[in-house]
T-cell receptor, first 115, second 113 residues
Framework: DAGVIQSPRHEVTEMGQEVTLRCKPI?????LFWYRQTMMRGLELLIY????????DSGMPEDRFSAKMPNASFSTLKIQPSEPRDSAVYFC?????????????FGSGTRLTVV | DAKTTQPTSMDCAEGRAANLPCNHS???????VYWYRQIHSQGPQYIIH???NNETNEMASLIITEDRKSSTLILPHATLRDTAVYYC??????????????FGSGTRLSIRP
């Protein structure tokens, strides 16, 4: 089990550029979550999917952010255009359902720096 | 989901038991208590969860009071690698679909040599 895989690990981009973060959940998990972490605001839930369907995107900061999950093994979080205040560590997590699968498994995160 | 209250920081001597408290006085009957930790620069890691009975696994023990309004995470023999931020979360768990986890500020645990 390779765990939740995120790419890239680090991303440095210029303001105004499009940024795409990628996540591969654990096989068999049917829920996927995107979080953002900064020193000021801690861990914030941006959006989550159940069975590839977005359930709650109330944490998405604004229209510049979008997330997709085209299939059970892949999700993207896109920022267009990026701004310096988007600099943060972005985590993806997945979870199964059923009585044995209540915990989330997090990826190693993508550290985004927008200059 | 019910809110939780944790101390901002704690420290513990290496080799001793670390006891991390959490208050969740507004917890509902169908809400579980979860603990996660985040070691610097890593993603949060699931530790343990419970409903009303005490739970133990290879990482820790979870003690939940009878009225379920508070709980304690116990790391029986703390090591330097247990230095992390520990999050106590209350969350409804359903069989059919996962529900979201909202992280608070957590407790920053420092293990001293």
């Amino acid at each position: 089990d390779a765990g939740v895989i995120q790419s890239p690990r680090h991303e440095v981009t210029e303001m105004g550029q499009e940024v795409t973060l990628r996540c591969k959940p654990i096989s068999g998990h049917n829920s996927l979550f995107w979080y953002r972490q900064t020193m000021m605001r801690g861990l914030e839930l941006l959006i989550y999917f159940n069975n590839n369907v977005p359930i709650d995107d109330s944490g998405m900061p604004e229209d510049r952010f979008s997330a997709k999950m085209p299939n059970a093994s892949f999700s993207t979080l896109k920022i267009q255009p990026s701004e310096p205040r988007d600099s943060a560590v972005y985590f993806c997590a997945s979870s199964g359902t059923g009585r044995r699968n209540y915990g989330y498994t997090f990826g190693s995160g993508t550290r985004l720096t927008v200059v | 989901d019910a809110k939780t209250t944790q101390p901002t920081s704690m420290d513990c001597a290496e080799g001793r038991a670390a006891n991390l408290p959490c208050n969740h006085s507004t917890i509902s009957g169908n809400e579980y208590v979860y603990w996660y930790r985040q070691i610097h620069s890593q993603g949060p890691q699931y530790i343990i969860h419970g409903l009303k009975n005490n739970e133990t696994n290879e990482m820790a023990s979870l003690i939940i009071t009878e009225d379920r309004k508070s709980s304690t995470l116990i790391l029986p023999h703390a090591t330097l690698r247990d230095t992390a931020v520990y999050y106590c979360i209350v969350r409804a768990a359903t069989v059919s679909s996962a529900s979201k986890i909202i992280f608070g500020s957590g407790t920053r645990l420092s293990i001293r040599p």
